[in-house]
């Protein structure tokens, strides 16, 4: 079983910067493709990012592309989501998900973490 956790969140100003970080605890992270989601109040979660256990792929939802950056340390089985140029529209509780083992899709996020909130103020 994989066990993952995020820290980083908090309050930023719009215009700032904050980085995310998520911890996965159990076996093959480096075959596991990873991902951040968010969920803001009274909407649906939504993808924000992934990152391939490959190496080859790197998605973004349109709504950060440019802003946002994840990245993933192997060696430390963790997960990162540099939150660049912050506005208020992106205050929301901030997911990490991990895949399956070896998976070769980015929708099959079979664990998640607790959540972190990011709140951005104007």
């Known amino acids: 079983q994989v066990q993952l956790g995020e820290s980083g969140g908090g309050l930023a100003q719009a215009g700032g910067s904050q980085r995310l970080s998520c911890r996965a605890s159990?076996?093959?992270?480096?075959?596991?493709?990873m991902a951040w989601f968010r969920q803001a109040p009274g909407k649906e979660r939504e993808f924000v990012a992934a990152k391939g256990w490959t190496g080859d792929t790197t998605l973004y939802t349109d709504s950060v592309k440019g802003r946002f950056t994840i990245s993933r340390d192997n060696s430390k089985n963790t997960v990162y989501l540099q939150m660049n140029s912050l506005k208020p529209e992106d205050t929301a509780v901030y997911y990490c998900?991990?895949?399956?083992?070896?998976?070769?899709?980015?929708?099959?996020?079979?664990?998640w973490g607790q959540g972190t909130q990011v709140t951005v103020s104007s």
């Open positions: 159990g076996l093959a992270f480096s075959s596991r493709n």
């Open positions: 998900a991990a895949s399956s083992v070896g998976s070769m899709q980015f929708v099959d996020y079979d664990y």
